[in-house]
């Protein structure tokens, strides 16, 4: 059952970096790109369309990831204080940590890209996109190396 649960949890992060990556390149790439550049590419997809998807899926790996999260303290975390893997263990409650502000920041994300597009509200949407696809990118990593080091069923 956890292992099912994590492999979820990993596919739904995936799809929030995927969304949350594009959405911070298309905000953050120069509206005056070459033509047919990568940059133009990633703006000719309208950035405020990922938000709602952003939200959802930053939800449901929240959840998911608080049930795994009580096989990971019961399970493999013992096992990683045993073996002194403390570099490896900073990084995961560095995560804890990230995604809580995260979901701290999640109704002012939502709410920026609900307001119509305006320059003073481009630099809040911006930073707020940035710093949401960090922590999505440093959680999945994070678990990743977590993972590797010892993880469920091992």
């Keep these: 059952m956890a292992t099912a649960l ?17 959405q911070a390149v298309a905000t953050c790439a120069p509206s ?4 047919h550049s990568f940059f133009t590419r990633f703006r000719a997809v309208p950035a405020a369309a990922f938000t709602n998807t952003v939200v959802v899926l930053y939800v449901t ?4 990831g608080g049930i795994v999260y009580l ?9 990683l204080e045993r073996d002194r893997h403390w570099s490896a263990l900073g990084l995961f409650d560095l995560k804890e940590d990230f995604v809580a502000i995260g979901l701290g920041v999640l109704p002012a994300y939502w709410c920026s890209w609900l307001l119509p597009p305006a320059d003073q509200h481009r630099q809040i949407r911006t930073v707020l996109t940035v710093v949401l696809a960090f922590i999505a990118w440093w959680s999945f990593l994070a678990g990743h190396i977590i993972n590797n080091i010892r993880g469920f069923g091992s």
């Design 32 to 35: 005056r790109a070459k033509p």
């Design 6 to 22: 994590l492999i979820l949890h990993g596919l739904i992060a995936v799809a929030l970096i995927g969304a949350l990556t594009h």
């Design 61 to 64: 790996s929240f959840l998911l």
């Design 71 to 79: 096989y990971f303290k019961i399970d493999i975390q013992p096992y």
